[in-house]
């Protein structure tokens, strides 16, 4: 071999060891097949870093901070303890809402906009809390003494004046009022606004009137139903005849019984009153000995009913003069089961289509043993 050749492989020898880290390899013109190779230079593959066997344990594997795997999870478990969270939370007083200042920042034009149930969510996040009135207190102190709201000895005298004045300008009140030994509220019937539960007897010229006496009574020191005339009512049913009845008796009769039957109903459901201010036309039932003899047929014709709030002559509407809210009083007058059913199934225009007939039939909001039925 020529010292020539010799010469060439030592030296192509350490090109070689170049080349494999990485050093452009010089072109042999004498060989022309290489010289058109070499013209398109192929991007050495990169290599990927090699993933760890299943060997390698989690704290073999580091990243850029030579933090191992272990330390990176415990870091976030620190940064994200949600127990710790709530235990703060829960050793927190009660919020207390206060305006903060708000910071005006300048959205990044690059950052997604939110869709509209995001923002829907954001904006309910971030709303400010509504304030809940604080309820309107009933015990006030002046000079140290502790004042309670009770009803003033001067309306509670000006109530029962009130009433009475009305009922006077109708007819002539017994001086007895029906009462019970018991209040009915001790025996788990409806509250009236006092304890005191009774009905007043009115006798006309032609007429006998029952009446509620104590639905508009002012409410006592510790109810929490308000601070008005009661319930705002009083009820009555007015008869045709039976002036010559004596308390006893009338205790005894139908007509009593369907007056305190609907008295305890209004005492029972307070928004009632609110209806008949409005000057509703109601329909109820009644139980059969609240009824005249012979209205309900078992089986047949049941139950009858009432209608309350049929229109009254011009006056007699609300009771004047009381001093904390309007009172109205409000008559009821019993049905027949047709004439209540007729109401269920057509509903507020039939109530007042049957009121303004037994309005033009002459009866209006009396009750009249003897009438047929008008349905």
């Known amino acids: 071999m020529a010292a020539s050749t010799m010469l060439k492989r030592l030296l192509g020898r350490g090109k070689t060891s170049e080349q494999a880290a990485g050093a452009p390899a010089s072109i042999d013109v004498s060989d022309p097949k290489a010289a058109v190779e070499a013209k398109t230079p192929v991007a050495a593959p990169k290599l990927k870093p090699k993933r760890g066997t299943k060997s390698m344990r989690d704290s073999d594997i580091k990243d850029e901070l030579g933090r191992s795997a272990e330390q990176i999870a415990a870091e976030a478990a620190q940064e994200f303890d949600i127990d710790a969270v709530v235990r703060k939370a829960a050793a927190m007083p009660d919020a207390v809402f206060e305006k903060t200042p708000t910071k005006t920042t300048v959205a990044d034009a690059s950052a997604p906009s939110a869709t509209p149930a995001q923002q829907s969510q954001i904006a309910a996040r971030t709303a400010p809390a509504t304030p809940v009135a604080a309820p309107k207190a009933r015990v006030t102190v002046e000079g140290g003494h502790i004042q309670l709201p009770s009803p003033s000895v001067e309306a509670i005298a000006q109530t029962r004046k009130a009433r009475a004045a009305y009922w006077d300008a109708i007819g002539v009140s017994d001086v007895d009022f029906l009462g019970y030994p018991v ?3 001790v025996l788990g019937m409806p509250a009236w606004p006092t304890q005191t539960q009774r009905f007043r007897v009115i006798r006309t ?21 308000g601070q008005g005339n009661g319930f705002g009512v009083e009820v009555f049913l007015e008869i045709c005849g039976g002036q010559e009845l004596a308390a006893e008796d009338i205790r005894k009769t139908w007509a009593f019984k369907a007056v305190e039957h609907v008295a ?20 109820v039932d009644l139980p059969s000995n609240c009824v005249p003899a012979g209205w309900i047929v078992p089986g047949v014709a049941e139950p009858a009913g009432a209608l309350l709030n049929i229109g009254q002559p011009s006056g007699r509407v609300n009771i004047a003069g009381m001093p904390l809210g309007p009172v109205r009083a409000v008559p009821l007058t019993p ?23 037994l309005l033009t039939a002459g009866i209006g909001h009396r009750m009249k043993t003897s009438r047929t039925s008008l349905r």
């Not at 509620?212 to 409410?219: A, K, N, T, V």
């Not at 006592?220 to 139903?225: A, E, L, P, V």
């Not at 305890?264 to 329909?283: C, E, P, T, Y």
């Open 335 to 357: 049905i027949y089961p047709e004439e209540l059913e007729s109401c269920l199934i057509e509903g507020a225009s039939e109530r007042r289509a049957l009121a303004n007939d």
């Open 264 to 283: 305890r109903i209004f005492a029972f459901g307070q928004d009632l009153a609110a209806m008949v201010h409005d000057n509703d036309v109601l329909s």
């Open 205 to 225: 010229q032609n007429s006998l009137i029952i009446a509620s006496e104590g639905l508009s009574d002012p409410f006592g020191t510790f109810d929490t139903r």
């Open 183 to 185: 209040s009915p509220q």
